[in-house]
């Protein structure tokens, strides 16, 4: 039943497709919304125990696997798991939040990295674009499909290039003896691994670049991708250029259901209610949401720092103040308190500059 898959959520959905089922439709049957599936199937949530049951039943599981299912579904790891290693996505942070928009981006570097023409694959762009996030959820989607799994590197906190190895070893699990050059012992034990490595925040160590691209050669079945602002700039390098979340379609009367279908708007909207529980998107404010937004560019981090300050105002005062808040953003105060702190220090990506 649960071969091949270490992660419920990517089961769940190859599983309901194989049914022919929309997400919609399993929702319905379970008695559940339409995001709550949403949500299981990017591992963003974990089914109750009556959810898992009621899935169990949806999706034609034996009875004599049922108790196998919900425990699995619940967040033990399927017991016939290819990964004798360890976890398939090891590292991989969870974040708190859920993804917005980014589906065909995520499809699209999914192929890319499963295309075996494709050693390194490097999402760039501007700080707060959403670099890490959208690479955060392609590991851990893409991780069980590849048979040594997914690490994740976080390299934003290192000091000096010539440290990255040894983060990579640290997260591979390669014990570094002192006696020989971490760079050959890192070939040894990755020669024969079929691994994704997500390097993230590479632009922070680029000189590092040439030592990667020397792994990748004598390490014929890895794959890494790399989040960076600035190109890697190595042989075999691919890029992906991430873009801003989708804004609402900017000419013509404002539709409100359009609004709301936006990313970048529905990224505004979850960020307020977290300040300010009871705000909601209406008629009346849509079109000063959408406007905050494509001031903002669509720049998922900017926005959440917007966001945040609708504690107090109004999308209408906010946006007013605008001009205002650009200049004085970000105070450390005026975000969440668990931003990395690069993130705290981001003036000139919210002022656009
Ligand atoms: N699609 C998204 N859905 C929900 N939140 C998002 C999305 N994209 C980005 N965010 C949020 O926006 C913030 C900035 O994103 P992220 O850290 O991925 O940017 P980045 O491009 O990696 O920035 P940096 O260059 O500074 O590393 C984070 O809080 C992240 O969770
Ligand atoms: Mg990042």
Avoid: Y
């Avoid at 917005?100 to 694959?121: P, Y």
């Avoid at 997260?171 to 050959?184: F, S």
């Avoid at 979340?245 to 529905?266: F, H, I, N, T, W």
């Amino acid at each position: 039943m649960l071969l091949g898959r270490s992660t419920f959520g990517g089961w769940l959905r190859e599983r309901r497709r194989m049914l022919d089922l929309t997400q919609a439709e399993l929702a319905r049957r379970v008695g559940c919304s339409e995001i709550t599936i949403r949500k299981i199937e990017a591992n963003d949530r974990i089914p109750s125990r009556q959810i898992a049951e009621l899935l169990a039943g949806m999706l034609d599981i034996p009875s004599a696997e049922r108790a196998t299912f919900v425990a699995f579904a619940r967040g033990r790891p399927a017991p016939s798991a290819p990964h004798p290693a360890g976890p398939a996505v090891q590292g991989v942070p969870a974040p708190l939040t859920r993804l917005l928009g980014r589906e065909q981006a995520a499809a699209a570097i999914a192929r890319r990295l499963l295309d075996e023409e494709v050693r390194l694959l490097t999402l760039v762009g501007p700080p707060g674009i959403g670099k890490t996030r959208l690479a955060l959820h392609v590991a851990a989607e893409l991780g069980p499909q590849f048979p040594d799994g997914a690490r994740f590197v976080p390299l934003a906190a290192l000091a000096d290039a010539q440290l990255v190895l040894e983060a990579v070893a640290q997260a591979a699990g390669v014990g570094a003896d002192a006696g020989r050059a971490l760079a050959d012992q890192l070939v040894d034990a990755l020669r024969e691994r079929a691994l994704l490595l997500v390097l993230d925040n590479f632009e922070h160590v680029l000189p590092a670049a040439s030592e990667i691209a020397q792994l990748l050669t004598h390490c014929p079945r890895l794959t890494v991708l790399a989040t960076s602002r600035a190109a890697l700039h190595v042989r075999g390098e691919q890029l992906f250029p991430v873009a801003p979340l989708a804004l609402p379609p900017p000419c013509g009367p404002l539709d409100a259901a359009q609004v709301a279908s936006s990313p970048a708007v529905q990224l505004f909207v979850e960020r307020t209610q977290a300040v300010a529980p009871h705000f909601a998107l209406s008629a009346d404010n849509a079109p000063a949401v959408a406007a905050i937004c494509a001031r903002l560019d669509g720049l998922p981090l900017a926005i959440e720092l917007a966001a945040a300050r609708c504690r107090l105002l109004s999308p209408a005062a906010l946006l007013a103040r605008l001009a205002e808040l650009r200049a004085a953003l970000p105070a450390p105060a005026q975000g969440p308190g668990d931003l990395p702190p690069r993130h705290r220090g981001l003036g000139p990506a919210v002022r656009g500059g």
